[in-house]
């Protein structure tokens, strides 16, 4: 059984970076040929993709958050983390972390999902 856990702080101020890790158990993220995408729900909105990395390294991001976006990993943890810079109160949302196929950029496409963490931009 594959487990995904997000950490992070839950309160994080403009303009700073927010830094969320995602620890897998019960499965490597080099394991071909699985995705690992971070995901976000703003209060009273749907859920957006935000972007991946794959089991080979590579990375790729949703155009809209292209330039603030960075998503890396620690094999030796079996962790992967986003970082999103120069935030703003409208990144304040519900962040979680998601396994899918090759290419998978839509929430029902994930076989495993973290529980998900709040994240709030505030001064």
């Known amino acids: 059984q594959v487990q995904l856990q997000e950490s992070g702080p839950g309160l994080v101020k403009p303009s700073q970076t927010l830094s969320l890790t995602c620890t897998v158990s019960?499965?490597?993220?080099?394991?071909?040929?699985?995705?690992w995408s971070w995901f976000r729900q703003p209060p009273g909105k749907g859920l957006e993709w935000i972007g991946y990395?794959?089991?080979?390294?590579?990375?790729y991001y949703s155009p809209s958050l292209e330039s603030r976006t960075s998503i890396f990993r620690d094999t030796s943890k079996n962790q992967f983390t986003l970082q999103l810079r120069s935030i703003t109160p409208e990144d304040t949302a519900v962040y979680y972390c998601?396994?899918?196929?090759?290419?998978?950029?839509?929430?029902?496409?994930?076989?495993?999902r973290g529980q998900g963490t709040q994240v709030t931009v505030s001064s």
């Open positions: 998601a396994r899918g196929p090759p290419g998978a950029t839509r929430w029902l496409e994930s076989d495993y």
């Open positions: 019960g499965g490597s993220i080099t394991t071909a040929y699985y995705y």
């Open positions: 990395i794959a089991y080979s390294g590579m990375t």
